[in-house]
């Protein structure tokens, strides 16, 4: 089965495919991005390309729901639905958190993680695991507030120095997720559920308060 994999819940751009069959892996990572929009659908054409392949050999789509932020995870499912709906073929959606851990598991596999993503407004996206097995969250906090009971910690690197002292010498690296990480926690043999963003928090924009009507202006009914 050859899966593409799609992810926008971090500041990467991440795409690729995934043969199940031969463990295959192409992909396109676009690190530190803020343009996934316009960047998505040429980096996806282009990855097909590098493994001479076109979109009618897919056999089915996998794409992060986050959590991240309202926009950037917008253009990544919407990207993958209407790719599958093109194409006919099965979206699954997965937590882009589970993808990181079972990626660090398969190298530290009897470690419980603590996995963090950039939540901008001070805070960051979280959840706890053990191996590969979420077991907490995923919640969004302010890195100060972080508390688990955890061996190695996944956090970028910006926002390392906030973590709060009883978990700021535990070993910890950055990590986003990747295309073979994203294909391994989906259950491609399963029926797709609807994809459900990851947001946590409500989006910035906010619908404007409605504004007295001036007694100036006469009501009109009709």
């Keep these: 089965m050859r899966v ?3 992810d926008t819940a971090t500041t990467d751009l991440v795409t690729g495919i995934v043969d199940t069959n031969t463990g295959a892996v192409t992909e396109r990572i676009i690190a530190d991005t ?3 929009n316009e960047q998505l659908v040429p980096t996806v054409q282009a990855l097909l390309s590098d493994a001479s392949l076109n979109f009618n050999n897919l056999d089915a789509i996998v794409v992060g729901c986050g959590p991240g932020p309202f926009t950037g995870l917008r253009v990544g499912m919407a990207s993958a639905q209407a790719l599958g709906q093109a194409l006919g073929i099965p979206v699954h959606g997965v937590c882009s958190h589970d993808a990181i851990a079972h990626a660090i598991a398969a190298e530290f596999p009897s470690e419980k993680l603590l996995v963090t993503s950039d939540a901008r407004r001070k805070e960051v996206y979280f959840a706890v695991y053990d191996g590969a097995e979420r077991t907490f969250g995923p919640e969004v906090i302010a890195p100060e507030q972080l508390s688990a009971e955890v061996n190695r910690i996944i956090i970028p690197d910006a926002l390392a120095a906030r973590l709060p002292v009883e978990l700021a010498d535990l070993p910890r690296q950055a ?3 990747r295309p073979a990480g994203l ?6 043999d399963s029926t797709p559920e609807p994809l459900v963003p990851l947001y946590l928090r409500r989006p910035d924009a906010k619908e404007p308060k409605a504004r007295p009507q001036s007694p100036a202006i006469p009501k009109v009914e009709l």
């Design 175 to 177: 990590a986003n997720p």
């Design 4 to 6: 593409l994999a799609i």
């Design 34 to 36: 803020r343009a996934h």
């Design 183 to 188: 294909v391994a926690v989906a259950d491609l």
